[in-house]
């Protein structure tokens, strides 16, 4: 089976949330490059005020910081 036919197998539902998915990271990086990185890094919401204590680059809101902090510590890279 070529790769190609396996993608085009997958389910428009999987390809829908696969382009979600990339809107919000798209969106998130369009943030980061017009200097507003004070987003929290979960949720996505604007002007938040809890900073990663490690690296003090990634930004969470009250509500995310529990759930967001385990998806950041996997990149979170202090300098
Ligand atoms: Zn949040
Ligand atoms: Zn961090």
Redesign the pocket.
Known sequence: MKLSSKITLSPPRVRAHGDAVKVMVLERLGKIASGNDQFCRYCGKDKVNLQ?S??K??YFCQECVNQGWKY?KRW?QPS
């Open positions: 990663c490690r690296c680059k990634a950041h979170c």
